[in-house]
């Protein structure tokens, strides 16, 4: 019983921004409660493995990552994008056009970004993880976690710009 | 570090969080705080990410997701353990089957062995009893010798005296399992027709092949069917005496 609760009280701590960061990869609801419980799943299965507790975030969000890229495989290859810093001039985004923008017009820039920025955008705005952090979760070097960042961040930045141009103004 | 650059390295700066600690982001804030349109342009950056932050944070699992998580994953251990309870029932039955039915056919009882000194005396008698036929019809022990040699029988027996004497008529060889037995033919008492059966045989067999056979030279007198035999073990051989006659006539030959 108490082994049910444990897994009942870790659920309820951690599907939320686990089922944000599968949506913010899959851009579908059904399959990203589809992959959230497949990673309670496999955490039901192997996560007495896991000997530091501290890191039972981390290794949640890694799974569910480690299921998305296992789901992709065979479908998409990512490209390798260098990060030329001055490659794009930045768009001037205001913060009031920010604030306008609701969750819906967010999640579907975010889908407009590549896929292969996505997971470090997603996991850099949804749940404040550090750089390191997000370099354990998607298991890539922390330079690549900064330079998919910078590379993510500035597409989206193009595409908020847009957005708050073409939405009307009070 | 140019202003543009600067501004590309700020664009993962938040404010509050450990970024500050990034080596580049340090040195791209130490800019800003001398370069007043980086400044600026900064602190609508943070603004921009605090309302980004926020807005992305609202965004929440549909309802339902956590009671179906925790529901499923319950029926699914539900399901594992009355998979494991089966798996043990079941083998628990079969080691019980197994068990039984081992403890049967050890404890069934054996058929009895068929190459033992009853079974031989038995078999042996059915032989002298139900009409054979002679292999060879001759009054001449080494004719006998001669021909169970060739067939591979036991031709070195020894004869008592008084067997010695009698009318001998013929021998015969009978199988016993994989060996062969001699069969030696003799009439005693009173002359019978030519071509008839003689009273008295004596079959001779490798000890061997005869699992219980006696383990000395003392004839064992028994009754077996119609015959009354004497049973008896001399140099590797087994001997076994039979006739019609009574056991006093048989006592005679031994």
């Keep these: 019983m108490a082994e049910r609760l444990d897994f009942e009280n870790l659920v309820a701590c951690h599907y939320q921004p686990l089922y944000q960061f599968a949506f913010s990869l899959t851009r579908d609801e059904a399959e990203s409660c589809d992959l959230t419980q497949q990673t309670f799943c496999i955490w039901a299965a192997k996560g007495q493995q896991l000997r530091d507790l501290s890191k039972v975030k981390t290794w949640l969000f890694t799974t569910l990552h480690r299921e998305f890229l296992g789901s992709r495989r065979r479908q998409t290859r990512f490209p390798h994008i260098e990060l030329e810093a001055a490659e794009s001039e930045l768009p001037e985004v205001s913060p009031l056009a920010v604030n306008r923008l609701d969750v819906e017009q967010l999640m579907t820039a975010l889908r407009k970004v590549d896929e292969l920025y996505q997971a470090p955008v997603a996991l850099f705005y949804l749940q404040d993880y550090s750089y390191k952090e997000i370099a354990e979760i998607l298991e890539v070097p922390i330079g690549t976690v900064k330079s998919r960042l910078a590379r993510g961040l500035l597409r989206l930045q193009h595409l908020l710009a847009d957005a708050s141009n073409q939405a009307p103004t009070p | ?254």
Excluded at chain 2, 22 to 47: F, G, H, M, T, Y
Excluded at chain 2, 218 to 225: A, D, G, H, R, Y
Aim: charged residues 20%; positive net charge; glycine residues 4%.
């Design chain 2, 1 to 254: 570090m140019r202003r543009d650059e600067a501004r590309i390295i700020l664009l993962r700066y938040r404010p509050g969080t450990t970024d500050r600690e990034d080596p580049d982001i340090r040195e791209a804030l130490a800019l800003a705080q001398v370069d007043d349109k980086l400044s600026r342009w900064l602190a609508d950056q943070e603004e921009c990410q605090q309302a980004l932050r926020q807005t992305f944070q609202k965004f929440k699992a549909p309802e339902g997701l956590l009671q179906q998580i925790i529901s499923e994953q319950a029926a699914s251990q539900r399901a594992a353990t009355n998979q494991q309870w089966l798996k043990c029932i079941t083998l628990v039955a079969t080691i019980t089957i197994v068990g039984i039915i081992g403890g049967a056919i050890w404890l069934a009882p054996r058929p009895q062995a068929d190459d033992t000194l009853v079974i031989f005396e038995r078999q042996m008698s059915a032989y002298a009893l139900r009409g054979y036929t002679m292999d060879l019809q001759t009054n001449d022990p080494e004719q006998i010798r001669a021909f169970l040699r060739q067939r591979q029988a036991p031709a070195n027996y020894t004869l008592s005296k008084p067997l010695q004497k009698a009318a001998l008529i013929g021998c015969a060889v009978e199988g016993w399992h994989s060996t062969k037995v001699s069969m030696i033919c003799f009439i005693v008492g009173k002359p019978l027709a030519p071509g008839t059966p003689g009273n008295f045989w004596l079959f001779v067999a490798d000890q061997a092949s005869v699992k219980d056979a006696p383990s000395d030279s003392t004839p064992q007198i028994s009754k077996v069917n119609q015959l009354v035999t004497a049973t008896w073990v001399e140099k590797g051989k087994v001997y076994m005496l039979s006739t019609t006659a009574d056991e006093s006539v048989l006592r005679k030959f031994l």
